[in-house]
């Protein structure tokens, strides 16, 4: 396994052995199992599920799958923004933006949660009445 892709500078205090754990947690499309997984890097199941109760390691996962989904983020955005103005519920898009914001501004926009969920529902309201609907 290799640990290339996670940010050092987010990583700094973790050991090549949670850099690796880091990798694994962030690969939606691995199948081996963590017993498997503890034994190849020489460590215990009792010490992942330690880890896994630490920050560093835990926001050091999400950044790397955020960075390794980057590209399909704007498609989410847009199937998001669609079911929203469809369904006029914005639940999944403040779920998602809250968890982007987790990291930092949303990608490409550079507006906060708040700023996004204003713009939406202002989009929606905007529909409503045009629409004949106005609540």
Known sequence: MKSAGIKKTATKELSEKQRLFV???????NREKPEDFARSIGVSEKTLLDWKSNPVIVQSAFQLSVTRLGA????VLKMLLQKALESKDIAAC??????????????ETGISVDEALKLINKVISQQEIVDGNPE
């Not at 990798?23 to 499309?29: F, Q, V």
């Not at 399909?72 to 498609?75: L, M, T, V």
């Not at 779920?95 to 990291?103: A, P």
């Open 23 to 29: 990798e694994y947690l962030a690969d939606p499309d």
């Open 72 to 75: 399909e983020i704007p498609k």
């Open 94 to 107: 403040k779920l998602f933006f809250q968890q982007i914001e987790k990291i930092t501004e949303i990608p």
